[in-house]
Nanobody
Framework: QVQLVESGGGLVQAGGSLRLSCAASGSIFSINVMGWYRQLPGKQRELVAEITSGGSINYADSVKGRFTISRDNAKNTVYLQMNSLKPEDTAVYYC????????????????WGQGTQVTVSS
C-alpha cells in the first residue's frame, strides 16, 4: 500500500505564502506523476498543478505565476509553493500520485492524501 501525507496548510492573510509538502511512503515500486488538487467550498475538486517523474509540469490557469510545484524523486516528495495567496485560494488541498506498488507492479494505481486545509483571509 502507498500512503501520501500532506503538511504545510494553515491560515494566512491575503498576499502571504504557504509551502505544502506531500511525502509518499509504503510499498512503492515507482511513481509516474505527483500533483496537487483542491476543492473549494461547494465546488468540484480541480487540478492545481502536477509534475511527472521527468519534470514536465502543468498548472491551472488560475495559479500560473503564483504557485510553483517541484519534486524530489529520491524522497518521493512533491512540494507546492504558494505565493500571493488570495481569498479565492481557500480550499482543501489534496496530494495525488499515479504509480505502482511492490505488490502490484504491473498495474498503475491512483493514490490520494487526506487533504490539508488552506484558508486565506482578506
Amino acid at each position: 500500500q502507498v500512503q501520501l501525507v500532506e503538511s504545510g496548510g494553515g491560515l494566512v492573510q491575503a498576499g502571504g505564502s504557504l509551502r505544502l509538502s506531500c511525502a509518499a511512503s509504503g510499498s512503492i515500486f515507482s511513481i509516474n506523476v505527483m500533483g496537487w488538487y483542491r476543492q473549494l467550498p461547494g465546488k468540484q475538486r480541480e487540478l492545481v498543478a502536477e509534475i511527472t517523474s521527468g519534470g514536465s509540469i502543468n498548472y491551472a490557469d488560475s495559479v500560473k505565476g503564483r504557485f510553483t510545484i517541484s519534486r524530489d524523486n529520491a524522497k518521493n516528495t512533491v512540494y507546492l509553493q504558494m505565493n500571493s495567496l488570495k481569498p479565492e485560494d481557500t480550499a482543501v488541498y489534496y496530494c495525488r500520485t499515479e504509480g505502482r506498488s511492490l505488490t502490484a507492479i504491473f498495474q498503475v494505481n491512483e493514490y490520494w492524501g487526506q487533504g490539508t486545509q488552506v484558508t486565506v483571509s482578506s
